[in-house]
Nanobody, 123 residues
Framework: QVQLVESGGGLVQPGGSLRLSCAVS????????MGWFRQAPGKEREFVAA????????YYADSVKGRFTISRDNAKNTVYLQMNTLKPEDTAVFYC????????????????WGQGTQVTVSS
């Protein structure tokens, strides 16, 4: 059984930064492609970023490209999402996910999900 636990969310002013963490237990992180998604109130859960386990290649949604960075530390079984230059429209619950069997951009492709962490960007 794979468990994912996110942390690092909170309230930040526009232009600020946060780093989210996702700790993986139950299986080694090294064999998983990991993704981050977010869901704002009244909206669909959307893709934010992913990192492949085979190549460590990162992938980003256009809305966060240049501002967010996904990374992984296989030794710590943890994946990170560094978020800079945050905007009010980034406000959402952020989820990490693992166990991709299809497109990394499709939330339906992921088998395992964390419980989410709230990110609020407001002055």
């Amino acid at each position: 059984q794979v468990q994912l636990v996110e942390s690092g969310g909170g309230l930040v002013q526009p232009g600020g930064s946060l780093r989210l963490s996702c700790a993986v237990s139950g299986r080694t992180l090294a064999t998983y492609t990991m993704g981050w998604f977010r869901q704002a109130p009244g909206k669909e859960r959307e893709f934010v970023a992913a990192i492949r386990w085979t190549s460590n290649s990162p992938y980003y949604a256009d809305s966060v490209k240049g501002r967010f960075t996904i990374s992984r530390d296989n030794a710590k079984n943890t994946v990170y999402l560094q978020m800079n230059t945050l905007k009010p429209e980034d406000t959402a619950v952020f989820y990490c996910a693992a166990g991709v069997t299809g497109s990394i951009y499709d939330r339906g492709s992921y088998a395992y999900w964390g419980q989410g962490t709230q990110v609020t960007v407001s002055s």
